[in-house]
T-cell receptor, first 108, second 112 residues
Framework: ETGVTQSPTHLIKTRGQQVTLRCSSQSGHNTVSWYQQALGQGPQFIFQYYREEENGRGNFPPRFSGLQFPNYSSELNVNALELDDSALYLC???????FGPGTRLTVL | GEDVEQSLFLSVREGDSSVINCTYTDSSSTYLYWYKQEPGAGLQLLTYIFSNMDMKQDQRLTVLLNKKDKHLSLRIADTQTGDSAIYFCAETSTGGGNKLTFGTGTQLKVEL
């Protein structure tokens, strides 16, 4: 039990749509990171938020954006979905020591 | 850029030791991690080692680090069927902030 929860568990969208994924971490963990894990691959760093500001970004286009709220919950937004966005999206708190169970996104 | 490599698959018999290997390229790596991922689940942090250490032991797990060769290994003693999973090594570096760079994962299969 890591204390990190994500919603929804699974999601199906179509190309061109927009999606919002949510993450809630333990209180006091003011750092949250998001990772994309394609099938059969290791997770890839999307970005990190620290005290509600973006604090590092991986090699992902601007249509991937995020927010962190004062209660340390976080959102990952993806616009103009593409088929290759199908993946497991993981959030992690406290310098990626605690990972949530992930959201499985399927883009048709 | 950073790169982390792992072998894809390892099969062992229950009760034997498993050794999962990992190589990395970033010479400024600060921490190296091992995660376990079971089917349909997120990542579970198993252990980590600071780059100025050679070895770390935690119950059945032993991590060995050869910084000169940029080689990391995870040894699981007395491997059980519940250890069957995908194991990822990952590293952070001084220039990478808190970003983790992961390997592609090693699938460990434990046979009876």
């Amino acid at each position: 039990e890591t204390g990190v929860t994500q919603s929804p568990t699974h999601l199906i969208k179509t190309r061109g749509q927009q999606v919002t994924l949510r993450c809630s971490s333990q209180s006091g963990h003011n750092t949250v990171s998001w990772y994309q894990q394609a099938l059969g691959q290791g997770p890839q760093f999307i970005f990190q938020y620290y005290r509600e500001e973006e604090n590092g970004r991986g090699n992902f286009p601007p249509r991937f954006s995020g927010l962190q709220f004062p209660n340390y919950s976080s959102e990952l937004n993806v616009n103009a979905l593409e088929l290759d966005d199908s993946a497991l999206y993981l959030c992690a708190s406290a310098t990626a020591q605690y990972f949530g169970p992930g959201t499985r996104l399927t883009v048709l | 850029g950073e790169d982390v490599e792992q072998s894809l698959f390892l099969s062992v018999r229950e009760g034997d030791s498993s050794v999962i290997n990992c190589t990395y390229t970033d010479s400024s790596s600060t921490y190296l991690y091992w995660y376990k991922q079971e089917p349909g689940a997120g990542l579970q942090l198993l252990t980590y080692i600071f780059s100025n250490m050679d070895m770390k032991q935690d119950q059945r797990l032993t991590v060995l680090l050869n910084k000169k060769d940029k080689h990391l290994s995870l040894r699981i003693a007395d491997t059980q069927t519940g250890d069957s999973a995908i194991y990822f090594c990952a590293e952070t570096s001084t220039g990478g902030g808190n970003k983790l760079t992961f390997g592609t994962g090693t699938q460990l299969k434990v046979e009876l």
